[in-house]
T-cell receptor, first 114, second 109 residues
């Protein structure tokens, strides 16, 4: 079974703090993703990576950066947390399987910025 | 921007009823996936449909991909309380996924 783990389930940070969210997958997947999920807005892609040290901006990259130094690990960084970054953050990984991509999610990190 | 519209947004039904959730787009996707998400958890992949017109069954759940690969439906037969959750469709492009807005289903015992 694919396993995607995230470093924290719940996190409370203060405005202006630097925040690191870590994600690890154990299936040797090439692609990894960071999304945020907000009521009424669905899942929105922040950044994705299709290889080590490669990254691409998603739909809402402002205020975020990412790091992928190893294939299994993809980190999301909030350089200076703000209250509008309070959200559920979901990491996912995917790989090509024959005739399709299959994507698997971690359990999510609920971040509150006060 | 590609969009995936899901309908209905909310659905509350009695145990044993049937239901259908729709996922529509103006864009063509190479494949389409359906997920179920429970509160406080990440989405869990249910199925991937690849070929236009394809039908896949997962116990009481039937998934169909439109002939033109722009839309999909999820039909649940004899819904049970365990089916309660948020159902998401996602269109798959190169590397990236476009998610629908979700259908929140509640099945009452």
């Amino acid at each position: 079974d694919v396993k995607v783990t995230q470093s924290s389930r719940y996190l409370v940070k203060r405005t202006g703090e630097k925040v690191f969210l870590e994600c690890v997958q154990d299936m040797d997947h090439e692609n990894m993703f960071w999304y945020r999920q907000d009521p009424g807005l669905g899942l929105r892609l922040i950044y994705f990576s299709y290889d080590v040290k490669m990254k691409e901006k998603g739909d809402i990259p402002e205020g975020y950066s990412v790091s992928r130094e190893k294939k299994e690990r993809f980190s999301l960084i909030l350089e200076s947390a703000s209250t509008n970054q309070t959200s559920m953050y979901l990491c996912a990984s995917s790989a090509w399987r024959g005739d399709k991509y299959e994507q698997y999610f971690g359990p999510g990190t609920r971040l509150t910025v006060t | 921007t590609q969009l995936l519209e899901q309908s209905p947004q909310f659905l509350s039904i009695q145990e044993g009823e049937n239901l259908t959730v729709y996922c529509n787009s103006s864009s063509v996707f190479s494949s389409l996936q359906w997920y179920r998400q429970e509160p406080g958890e990440g989405p869990v992949l249910l199925v991937t449909v690849v070929t236009g017109g394809e039908v896949k069954k997962l116990k009481r759940l039937t998934f169909q991909f439109g002939d033109a690969r722009k839309d999909s439906s999820l039909h649940i037969t004899a819904a049970q309380p365990g089916d309660t959750g948020l159902y998401l469709c996602a269109g798959v492009g190169t590397y990236k996924y476009i998610f629908g807005t979700g259908t929140r289903l509640k099945v009452l015992a």
